[in-house]
């Protein structure tokens, strides 16, 4: 048994822009609450946060890492992420196992791409947010200006629970303490904004507060954690994470104020309803209650999974409900079959530490087990089996390289550690392309790929790499009738089928449609399936480029069959070219992918890089000088003209640039370029 409770339990993800001094500050943590003895490093190898040998060789965090900290008796699950853009599928895994994000801000860089980004996404979840303004012992900040613009950026719900003074040497609360100076501002200033916010949640607090009464911890607590959780209230705290500067301050600040997974949001669990696959109904999804109580049935959820070099597979999971100990016998989902958990530890990053039971509100990590796979439900009751977590939004991974192994042979086990790398992290996909039969992989950026070849190349897996095919997409812009006849007639029994069809274009994204509207058995009913699946061939195969076909409706309206010489392969044939027959009049165009890339450079080089993306056929959706002199441009482009942005952004910017990608939709390509794309298309004889 713990010694503490679910109302003990406060967990905390740390993420913001690279750099900023999260991993700093998790390690400065660790060691002001007592938890080490030691203080961890980022600077020398030591840290405890960033300790896989990718993170020691780079310096800086690449994975999430999970640690714990016991400080006045309440138990704070501290959750560090890699700062990287490329690198924030990482941190949105996590977000599902934290009742609050804190976002630490770099107190020179200011808001930064990662700051935004990391603030719209856990407002969207509806999880509380905090912000931790760190490295206030750097010289010339301008930590007022930087307030203001946080409240300017994010609303002026962001409200200072502590201020920096004696220049940075301390912190000074003012929440509960209504008297002192700070750097730059007064405490008792500081205090009424905080209070005035806090007591409009309580209308008994504000009369009280309004009639000159001070309000104390215990009658505060719950309008506060009440205005975290309606995001009425963005606490901003200040840290000097290599000093040790305000990190006692957040940890009771964490421990006091912050909500406890009894009192924090809940999570978006769903469950299936009526129906069910058995009675062939459709299904209907609703949303699940659940409760912080360690007596109810177990539910948990799997949010991180890594292999071990000692232990092997190790699948990170956050109790929402229930408890759980190693004897613990427990299903995946809808599996039949339970699992006995076997070894539980708890993690402070590298080391496990074995735990005999792991209760409701908290983190835990179970080693072994092969089946369990990234957002799993574990759960004891077969009244949960439906239950799963509303499905996250990740960038789409955009960024592609097309590898091939230096060493003959090394394909299967390329595919075996690629499959297994994806399985680690979300936003990085890996297929084989079916024309060429290369292996794509995908990533945000350059810096994500990299670090994929890296590990490989660390697993004794060397390949070479080249820019991917870009997959390209075709669809019709026009209604238009199309008609085949397929007649052979050779020694015997010959093949006959004729079909009539009509081609009409859907909505982006709406996908394909096959529908029957032949009367009077023209078409015999049990052809019409060998219709479609000569429709179906074609649509793989294109009809422009040699690029699947998407979004068109094709209705089957007429055609002709013989009482001895039809048979299903001479309709499949009369379908597939009556349908290249109609899309081949109905104005076919070809689609590409439209990326958004948000590129981060220099202030000074924002003109050539906006002029270069104009070049490129991109648009510019905006342009923003940051503090501390760097520029963010928002722009959507083409996939095919940013393959190589890499290289180019690194010759314009000298190395000082950075850039993330997406896929954003399909767009047809302009006349010219399809003409292009079309001319290389070299299709297969036709062996009709
Ligand atoms: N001066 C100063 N440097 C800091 C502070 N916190 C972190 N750093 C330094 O900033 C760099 C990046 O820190 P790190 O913790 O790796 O940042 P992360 O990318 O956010 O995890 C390291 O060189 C740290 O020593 C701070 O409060 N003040
Ligand atoms: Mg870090």
């Known amino acids: 048994m713990p010694s503490y409770t679910t109302g003990d339990i406060r967990n905390v993800l740390l993420v913001g822009h690279g750099g900023c001094g999260k991993t700093t500050l998790a390690d400065a943590m660790l060691f002001a609450s007592g938890t080490v003895t030691r203080k961890g490093s980022v600077l020398d190898g030591s840290s405890f946060s960033d300790f896989e040998k990718e993170e020691k060789e780079h310096g800086h965090s690449i994975y999430s890492s999970i640690l714990h900290i016991d400080h006045q008796g309440k138990r704070i699950n501290l959750i560090d992420t890699p700062g990287s853009p490329d690198l924030l599928g990482q941190a949105i895994a996590c977000l599902p196992a934290v009742e609050t994000v804190a976002v630490v801000v770099n107190a020179q860089a200011g808001i930064e ?62 929440l509960l303490n209504n008297a002192g100076e700070s750097d730059f501002d007064t405490i008792r200033r500081a ?98 209650t659940y409760k912080a109580d360690a007596n109810k049935p177990l539910l948990a959820h799997v949010f991180k999974v890594t292999t071990d070099p000692f232990v092997g597979k190790l699948a990170v999971f956050r109790i929402h409900q229930g408890k759980c100990t190693g ?94 790398i994806a399985e680690e992290d979300p936003t990085f996909h890996w297929s084989t392309d079916r024309q060429t039969h290369e292996v794509v992989i995908n990533g945000l950026g350059e810096l994500h790929l990299r670090l994929v070849l890296e590990k490989l190349k660390n697993r004794g897996l060397q390949v070479d790499t080249k820019p991917p095919k870009i997959a390209y997409r075709e669809t019709i812009t026009a209604k238009a009738d199309g008609h085949h006849r397929h007649k052979k007639q050779t020694g015997g029994a010959g093949q006959f089928g004729e079909v009539f069809l009509r081609v009409e274009p859907r909505e982006r994204g709406a ?62 044939a009369a379908g597939k070219y009556a349908f290249k027959d109609a899309v081949q009049k109905a104005k076919p165009v070809l689609l590409e992918p ?70 954003d939709h399909y767009e047809a390509t302009p006349p010219h370029v399809q003409q292009q794309i079309a001319a290389q298309y070299k299709p297969k004889a036709e062996e009709e």
């Not at 205005?227 to 006091?256: C, N, R, W, Y």
């Not at 530890?345 to 072994?368: M, N």
């Not at 077969?382 to 192994?405: E, I, Q």
């Not at 056929?617 to 928002?634: C, D, F, L, Q, T």
Request: proline fraction near 6%; charged fraction near 25%; include cysteine.
């Open 113 to 174: 791409v990662v700051t935004r980004r990391a603030m719209e996404i856990a407002k969207s979840l509806n999880l509380p947010r905090a912000i931790i303004i760190n490295k206030i012992d750097l010289p010339e900040l301008k930590l007022e200006a930087l307030v203001k613009q946080l409240q300017e950026t994010f609303g002026g719900e962001c409200l200072p629970i502590n201020l920096p003074s004696g220049k940075g040497k301390t912190v000074t609360e003012c």
């Open 191 to 288: 205090h009424a904004a905080i209070l005035d916010q806090i007591v409009e949640l309580d209308e008994n607090l504000m009369e009280k507060y309004l009639g000159g009464e001070e309000p104390n911890y215990a009658a505060l607590h719950a309008p506060f954690e009440m205005a975290m959780d309606q995001s009425h209230l963005v606490p901003i705290l200040f840290t000097d994470a290599k000093a040790g500067v305000g990190i006692t301050e957040l940890l009771d600040a964490i421990a006091k104020h912050f909500p406890s997974p009894e009192e924090g949001n809940p999570r978006p669990f769903l469950s299936y309803h009526g129906g069910g696959a058995t009675e062939g109904q459709p299904q209907e999804e609703t949303e699940f």
């Open 327 to 420: 004897q613990s016998q427990i299903y995946l989902g809808h599996n039949k079959k339970s699992i006995k958990l076997g070894h539980l530890f708890h993690l402070q990053g590298k080391e496990h530490r074995e735990a005999t039971e792991i209760i409701a509100g908290d983190i835990g990590a179970v080693a072994k087990i092969e089946e369990i796979h990234t957002n799993d439900v574990l759960h004891d009751d077969h009244a949960l089996d439906s239950v799963h977590l509303r499905p996250l939004t990740f960038p789409t991974p955009m960024y592609g390289l097309a590898v091939t192994p230096k060493a003959r042979g090394d394909e299967q086990k390329i595919s075996v550690q690629l499959a297994k």
């Open 511 to 572: 996908g394909f449609e096959f529908i029957n509207e032949v009367f009077g058995g023209a078409i015999p009913g049990q052809f019409i399936p060998a219709v479609e699946k000569g429709v179906r061939d074609l649509l793989e195969q294109g009809a422009i480029a040699g690029y699947p076909l998407q979004d068109i409706l094709v209705a089957v309206t007429d055609g002709k069959h013989h009482p001895v010489d039809s048979k299903e392969v001479a309709f499949r």
């Open 594 to 663: 439209i990326v958004t890339m948000e590129i981060t450079v220099p202030e000074d080089k924002m003109g050539a890089i906006t002029g270069d993306l104009s070049g490129k056929r991109g648009r510019i959706i905006s342009s923003e000088v940051m503090p501390g002199g760097m520029a963010v441009i928002k722009a959507t482009a083409p996939l095919a003209e940013v393959m190589q942005y890499q290289s180019q952004l690194k010759s314009v910017t000298g190395g000082q640039g950075s850039f993330v990608m997406e896929l």
